[in-house]
């Protein structure tokens, strides 16, 4: 199927500004179900609130959008409902991992078979630019006009901490990458999360003069680095990219079909 | 099956007739005085081939509930006070995005972790209003186990008939009172399923064009149709809209589906209205005491009689307005600092007869709680 036919034509042109890095990261989710060869009607992509938030509607897929943060939360009574589906849950930053940071880490602790895409700019765009719980130290925003004080969160650390059995990072620079991993992480039984770091050059990139959305990208190019490359060692001070985490660990819909057998059993 | 009969509490009692109703899906977290209806759904649910699913929080919980329930499984989740304050959000997006739903909250002493067991009835107000932004909603009661039974189950249809969630308001004396409940044979209860939409596949679907009535014949998300839901207002298709048509129509949708079937979702009882002097306007647990007063007044010639709302919202005004046109004197008996007599005051000519009969300590009122201020209301002394 061509890739133009897993869209919604008829609701474009999209929201996003010039050189948002969201519009990459769809382009590399489509590859990956082109690929993988998935029925449209055999996709549910959920999502909270955000730019991120909407490449659920141009999708011709079921999809469900939510409420801010709690993506994952609908994505489970979904999938406990009809486990045969496959779930991607595209989300944001904040959406994640500030107000959804509670749902992130338990759906990761159950290990319920979903993708969490985690499209990382390190801004919230919708709201104009205040920073997230990923914009790290340092980094100006509308809510930080004397930068941040904030601490972020590591996505690959906290997911692995959590229980994810699949946890992987990419860039927007590294497309081919991104359409492989995303790929592994819905073949993946269990819960996948994939750390896409996408530029926002509207707000984070202007308030932190961190160039055009080309700069940014190169950026991405130049400051990250594939695990297990020659370069792969702590003193370069990169951003390690690749399959942290794949594991094979009970998945929590079958766990339950065991529940329930268990229950009609009457044990 | 025949009829069977038991003696257990109401928080078992909503659990056995959510699965007479075909609840498939419950989502909850644990808290008193609503937690035996979590734990009744996790024991039972999986011998049904239903879903339990203990949730981080009341937020998951009811998002969760949401997201079961679109995949066309009746789904409901039970709480109490500060639970229920955490659902809002995903309360007002069932009613936009028109997921039929069951909400139980078993009523305790509030504001904040109040008096998590002790009984208040205070919120009845944040039913109606707690989400943010105009809306319709439904909201029912009942005062002893077996209509408790029916209630709920009434609950379930017309969550599914109108696609709404619908707000199961118990409160702590009937969530834990435990007394003999019939159980009625399968059938013997008219159970609704949702409309279900008879587009085929491939022909452009409209999950948001309602019928001429109001009701919504939408496909199961999962089905051959493929559509957006989303909590912004939204077109026919389910897509974000911010045309003023667009928003100005569903809005008044979404009230007039509620608004316009006030009379088909009013649910009361009315014991000895007739000739009624003093009449009682009472809910949930503190219409036992209501009756109870009434009958013993009856027994020594005095003209009491006792209106028992089922149906909170949408509020049945004209049934009210009738009920009341005769009486003396009203009293609202509420377990709260009055909350549901501003309606019965909007509802009836002349709201300066109307009085409000209520406790506010924690404690259940008793008939003589309410028979004392009864005296006073008439100027017979304390």
């Known amino acids: ?267 | 099956m025949s009829e069977t009969t038991a003696f257990i509490q109401g928080n078992e009692v909503c659990g056995r007739a959510a699965l007479y109703a075909g609840v498939a899906f419950f989502a909850g977290y644990p808290i008193t005085p609503s937690t035996e209806i979590a734990e009744f759904m996790a024991a039972e649910l999986p011998k049904n081939r239903g879903t339990f699913i203990q949730m981080e929080d009341e937020i998951a919980s009811l998002c969760a509930v949401i997201g079961a329930s679109l995949t066309g499984r009746k789904a409901m989740t039970a709480t109490s006070g500060p639970g229920f304050s955490l659902m809002q959000e995903a309360l007002g997006y069932a009613v936009m995005a028109e997921i039929p739903c069951v909400i139980a909250d078993v009523q305790r002493g509030g504001p904040s972790t109040g008096l998590p067991t002790h009984v208040m009835q205070g919120d009845v107000m944040q039913a109606r209003w707690g989400t943010h932004g105009d809306h319709a909603i439904v909201a029912m009661t009942a005062s002893t186990n077996q209509d408790l039974f029916e209630v709920t189950v009434t609950a379930f249809n017309i969550a599914e008939t109108y696609r709404t969630p619908v707000i199961l308001l118990m409160d702590e004396v009937i969530g834990h009172t435990r007394e003999k409940v019939t159980i009625p044979a399968p059938g013997a209860i008219e159970v609704t399923e949702r409309l279900r939409t008879a587009v085929k596949q491939g022909v452009d679907y409209h999950p948001y064009l309602p019928r001429e009535d109001g009701r919504l014949p939408m496909s199961d998300f999962g089905d051959v149709h493929r559509y957006n839901v989303t909590g912004l207002f939204h077109d026919m298709w389910g897509f974000p809209s911010g045309a003023p048509r667009v928003v100005h129509g569903l809005l008044r949708h979404l009230a007039d589906k509620i608004n316009n079937n006030v009379h088909e979702m009013a649910r009361y009882k009315e014991f000895y209205l007739e000739d009624a002097d003093l009449v009682l306007v009472s809910y949930g647990s503190s219409a036992r005491s209501a009756l109870h007063l009434v009958e013993n007044r009856r027994r020594r010639g005095e003209r009491y009689g006792l209106l028992e709302l089922q149906t909170l919202w949408p509020f049945p005004h004209a049934v009210v307005r009738e009920k009341c046109a005769r009486a003396r004197y009203i009293a609202v008996v509420e377990m709260n600092l009055g909350q549901l007599i501003k309606e019965v005051r909007e509802a009836v000519d002349r709201p300066e007869r109307v009085y409000l009969v209520n406790r506010v300590d924690g404690v259940f009122i008793t008939p003589t709680d309410i028979r004392n201020m009864m005296r006073v209301i008439q100027g017979r002394g304390v």
Request: with cysteine; net charge neutral.
């Open chain 1, 1 to 267: 199927m061509a890739i133009q036919d897993y869209l919604r034509k008829r609701f474009f042109p999209h929201i996003w500004c010039p050189g948002c890095g969201h519009g990459v990261v769809l382009n590399g989710l489509l590859h990956a179900i082109e690929n993988l060869g998935l029925d449209k009607s055999d996709i549910v992509m959920v999502s909270g609130i955000g730019c991120s938030a909407r490449v659920t509607g141009y999708v011709d897929v079921h999809s469900l959008h939510t409420l801010h943060g709690r993506a994952l939360a609908f994505a489970t009574g979904v999938k406990m409902s009809r486990p045969g589906l496959s779930l991607i849950v595209p989300m944001g930053d904040g959406d994640a991992l500030a107000i959804g940071g509670n749902h992130f880490i338990h759906a990761c602790r159950r290990n319920i078979d979903m993708t969490a895409i985690v499209m990382n700019n390190r801004i919230y765009g919708m709201t104009g630019g205040q920073y997230s719980p990923l914009s790290g130290v340092g980094t100006k925003a509308t809510t930080a006009p004397y930068t941040t004080i904030d601490h972020d969160f590591d996505v690959v650390e906290l997911s692995t901490a959590a229980g994810a059995t699949f946890v992987a990072r990419t860039t927007t620079y590294h497309i081919q990458e991104m359409t492989t991993l995303i790929e592994k992480s819905i073949t993946h039984k269990g819960f996948s999360v994939v750390e896409i770091l996408s530029q926002c050059p509207t707000y984070f990139g202007r308030k932190n003069k961190a160039g055009d959305a080309v700069a940014m990208m190169e950026a991405y190019k130049n400051n990250t680095v594939r695990l297990g490359a020659k370069d792969d060692v702590p003193e370069s001070g990169k951003i390690r990219r690749g399959i942290f985490v794949e594991k094979s660990l009970p998945e929590y819909c079958d766990e339950y079909e065991k529940t329930i057998q268990a229950a009609e059993k009457g044990a």
